[in-house]
């Protein structure tokens, strides 16, 4: 049995040690294939629960509704605006972990009314060299990672998915739209609804991975990725325009081109 299989079965094997569980699910790679998996080995008793808030892009949530229906799989949705949460619209650098605990004690709750003691979410094997403080959040909650614990990376899963016929086996990684912030800025929903809609504007341009970071109430700045910078500059004034009617009064292009928390650079670099 070649590695990538053997973590697969012990996928199964711890999933099947729990009896039921809720997937915290996004639609994303990581919890689309983890729900897929554990509504294999245990059927209904495996639930998706889906947060609708203004950091979740609409299209996101109607994703995974439609595989839930797809799969047959009975989902949850829980409606949630981070930005009443204490604290969070002021944009520390611990606010992934201000909102994770709020969304985990709320899918801990759903979960527990429902007869089911296990919440899982779906951080992998890469997702441990980033700073991600909501990993606190879910460690103090007793959430399970299980593909984290079975030592499953990204590409693993993509794999895996793409043999499952998953959709979303080649979908490009994504993020809370929070994540768009410089840290110390305050998080507006007009500021969130700005970035969804210039994000929306490049995936139909064919951009399909990429990030609109906000600096300030004037400055987008757009990664994307590197082999797409003679595309993306055919095309700048068209894209210029479209950014200024949103309200953005500069638009830039990052030269490093696309990587996931570009915004932890600075934290990186302190640290």
């Known amino acids: 049995m070649t590695e990538i299989y053997k973590k697969l079965s012990d996928l199964r094997k711890l999933l099947k040690?729990?009896?039921s569980a809720a997937i915290a699910f996004s639609g994303g790679v990581d919890s689309t294939f983890l729900l897929k998996v554990a509504h294999d080995e245990f059927g209904e008793k495996a639930v998706a629960v889906t947060v609708i808030s203004p950091l979740i892009p609409k299209k996101e949530a109607q994703n995974a509704e439609n595989f839930c229906k797809k799969e047959n799989i009975r989902q949850f949705v829980l409606e949630l605006d981070p930005l009443k949460i204490p604290?969070?619209?002021?944009?520390?650098?611990?606010?992934?972990?201000?909102?994770?605990?709020?969304?985990?004690?709320?899918?801990?709750?759903?979960?527990?009314?429902?007869?089911?003691?296990?919440?899982?979410?779906?951080?992998?094997?890469?997702?441990?060299?980033d700073y991600r403080?909501?990993?606190?959040?879910?460690?103090?909650?007793?959430?399970?990672?299980?593909?984290l614990e079975c030592g499953l990376t990204k590409n693993e899963i993509r794999t895996l998915s793409k043999e499952m016929d998953l959709p979303s086996w080649n979908k490009p990684s994504a993020a809370c739209l929070a994540s768009r912030f410089v840290y110390?800025?305050?998080?507006?929903?007009?500021?969130?609804?700005?970035?969804?809609i210039a994000e929306?504007?490049?995936h139909k341009k064919g951009f399909l991975q990429q990030r609109v970071r906000i600096h300030g109430e004037n400055l987008a700045r757009i990664e994307i990725e590197k082999n797409d910078f003679d595309k993306i500059l055919a095309i700048k004034d068209e894209i210029n325009s479209f950014f200024k009617?949103?309200?953005?009064?500069?638009?830039?292009?990052?030269?490093?081109?696309?990587?996931?928390?570009?915004?932890?650079?600075?934290?990186n670099e302190r640290n």
Request: hydrophobic residues 35%.
């Open 200 to 202: 929306d504007f490049l």
């Open 17 to 19: 040690s729990f009896g």
């Open 133 to 147: 403080p909501g990993m606190q959040a879910v460690s103090e909650l007793g959430i399970k990672s299980p593909l």
């Open 87 to 129: 604290g969070f619209k002021d944009n520390p650098e611990n606010r992934c972990y201000i909102c994770k605990k709020e969304i985990f004690n709320k899918i801990k709750d759903l979960a527990l009314e429902n007869g089911i003691f296990t919440v899982c979410e779906g951080s992998n094997a890469d997702d441990t060299g």
């Open 184 to 196: 110390g800025e305050t998080i507006t929903e007009k500021k969130l609804k700005m970035v969804e």
């Open 245 to 267: 009617e949103l309200g953005f009064v500069y638009t830039t292009l990052d030269l490093t081109g696309f990587r996931s928390g570009s915004m932890n650079e600075v934290i």
